[in-house]
């Protein structure tokens, strides 16, 4: 089969059977039309060399034939040559694993040839949060929106964004995607869905539902409908806020407050991960309230702390 078919149809299946994510979908597309050019540049180019032949007697577009474990891990390693990521050649290899496994199950190929391909091994590394301390000292909330912030519709949104992902440890794109029918005040919850379409329930701290009311009855004094069916972030209360114009709002905020280092949503997701576990929850608990499918994606926020404790003895111990 025709490369470019076989790969339009996994991806339609990876759509409307796995509901994969938007994101994911992209991510996908982009890596196997990047395939289907190394596999025409390098592979089709090489065996035409290699056997003589002229291309109008020989295939010049890559079909499923092309597809083996020497071509994909060449693929793999044209990438790391290329200096891509660790993180954008693991993507790839998961690509090609499931666009493999597709193929088997289409009856395009007898086995999958991406099976025996590993994944990079990512390397460690500790991710950014604010201590306890930035957080409750400099992060001197009532100080920054003030009065006036409070009569903006931005400083409000901002403010609320703030408690859904330092309060509740929602992702960005998860609050730019909440209505109102998502938040539960009673009982003071909300239903998100993250990635790969879950669903998972989060308790909502106190702050949060102070914050989203607030903004509610902002909203509704201006105009905007806050009914069941709208969502929570809107200008018109049809259409979502983008996610990047969400993505400056907290990026501003962490600015304002002299926080240098990377100012973006994810920062306070970490942060609430990583003060859970300072204060006694444990990984599963956590785990669970971030949406993570594995506990071992969560193990890096014990690290986290970790160094923070190691630190903490090097500083304070005479022998440290």
């Given at each position: 089969m025709n490369f470019s078919i076989a790969a339009n149809n996994f991806l339609r299946y990876l759509e409307t059977q796995k509901n994969c994510s938007a994101h994911t979908l992209r991510a996908y597309a982009r890596i196997l039309d990047d395939l289907e050019i190394f596999l025409k540049t390098n592979v089709i180019s090489d065996d035409l060399l290699t056997n003589s032949?002229?291309?109008?007697?020989?295939?010049?577009?890559?079909?499923?034939?092309?597809?083996?474990?020497?071509?994909?891990r060449n693929y793999i390693w044209s990438l790391k040559e290329n200096d891509k990521s660790v993180a954008t050649q693991s993507q790839a290899v998961a690509c090609?694993?499931?666009?493999?496994?597709?193929?088997?199950?289409?009856?395009?190929?007898?086995?999958?040839?991406?099976?025996?391909?590993?994944?990079?091994?990512?390397?460690?590394?500790?991710?950014?949060?604010?201590?306890?301390?930035?957080?409750?000292?400099?992060?001197?909330?009532?100080?920054?929106?003030?009065?006036?912030?409070?009569?903006?519709?931005?400083?409000?949104?901002?403010?609320?964004?703030?408690?859904?992902?330092?309060?509740?440890?929602?992702?960005?794109?998860?609050?730019?995607?909440?209505?109102?029918?998502?938040?539960?005040?009673?009982?003071?919850?909300?239903?998100?869905w993250g990635k790969g379409n879950?669903?998972?329930?989060?308790?909502?701290t106190h702050e949060a539902l102070n914050w989203?009311?607030?903004?509610?009855?902002?909203?509704?004094?201006?105009?905007?409908?806050?009914?069941?069916?709208?969502?929570?972030?809107?200008?018109?209360?049809?259409?979502?806020?983008?996610?990047?114009?969400?993505?400056?709002?907290?990026?501003?905020?962490?600015?304002?407050?002299?926080?240098?280092?990377?100012?973006?949503p994810h920062i306070l997701r970490h942060t609430f991960a990583t003060h859970l576990l300072e204060n006694g929850a444990n990984i599963v608990t956590v785990q669970k309230l971030l949406g993570h499918s594995s506990p071992n994606t969560t193990q890096i926020y014990t690290h986290v702390s970790a160094e923070q404790l190691k630190k903490a003895l090097k500083q304070a111990h005479p022998r440290g």
């Open positions: 032949l002229e291309p109008a007697n020989h295939k010049t577009e890559p079909t499923t034939e092309f597809l083996d474990t020497n071509s994909m090609l694993k499931s666009f493999g496994k597709f193929l088997v199950r289409s009856l395009e190929l007898p086995h999958n040839p991406a099976t025996i391909i590993k994944t990079p091994k990512k390397p460690k590394r500790l991710v950014s949060f604010l201590s306890q301390k930035e957080i409750s000292e400099p992060f001197k909330i009532d100080d920054i929106f003030n009065a006036e912030l409070y009569e903006n519709a931005n400083g409000l949104r901002a403010r609320t964004l703030l408690e859904l992902l330092y309060g509740a440890g929602l992702r960005i794109a998860e609050c730019a995607s909440l209505k109102w029918s998502s938040i539960n005040f009673s009982e003071r919850l909300v239903r998100v879950k669903e998972r329930v989060v308790p909502l989203l009311d607030k903004f509610r009855g902002f909203q509704t004094e201006n105009g905007v409908p806050c009914e069941n069916k709208n969502p929570v972030f809107t200008k018109d209360g049809e259409t979502p806020v983008n996610t990047r114009q969400l993505y400056n709002d907290i990026h501003n905020l962490l600015r304002s407050i002299g926080w240098e280092g990377k100012a973006s």
